[in-house]
């Protein structure tokens, strides 16, 4: 008999973008974001009272996914990769879904994600699933769909 669902009671779905199945579903995520440097910019003849402001590098910050399950092998896999000091950087889809959980409300693209940091490996022995408390990623990018 096939099972159900595994990620019914999970607003955020996380996917690889390179294929179409829900890879872990969390109930909480922070950090979808990002942070602007302004530089101050005066020219030589302009008085020292004046000046404009130029935007300058961004940064993003880390991207936390709290209280989730790990259904696909291809996750543990990464987790896997990221334990062995390889770069395993990949390209991931944050998906929110809607109140009644039946569509897509939005979705974040991170390009070069890699997992920092990985808390609260739990097995279910009822299910053949692995519960995560926090999956914390950094990224070079993220792009709201």
Partial sequence: MP?????????FLLQFASESETQAGFQECSGL???????????GNEPPERGSKITGTYK??????????I????????LA?????TNAQREVVIVLRSEDRTQTAQ???????????CTGDLLNSK????????????????EQG
């Avoid at 974001?33 to 020219?43: D, V």
């Fill in 3 to 11: 099972r159900e669902i595994p990620y019914r009671q999970f607003n």
């Fill in 33 to 43: 974001g990002l942070e602007t440097g302004l530089a101050e910019y005066r020219n």
């Fill in 60 to 69: 993003v910050p880390d991207v936390t996914l709290k209280r989730g399950v």
């Fill in 71 to 78: 259904g696909e092998a291809s996750l543990s896999s990464w």
């Fill in 81 to 85: 990769e990221s334990r062995g000091g």
């Fill in 107 to 117: 979705t974040w693209t991170l390009s070069g994600a890699r997992i920092v940091k």
């Fill in 127 to 142: 299910e053949a699933q692995v519960a995560l408390e926090e999956l914390v990623l950094k990224c070079e990018r993220i």
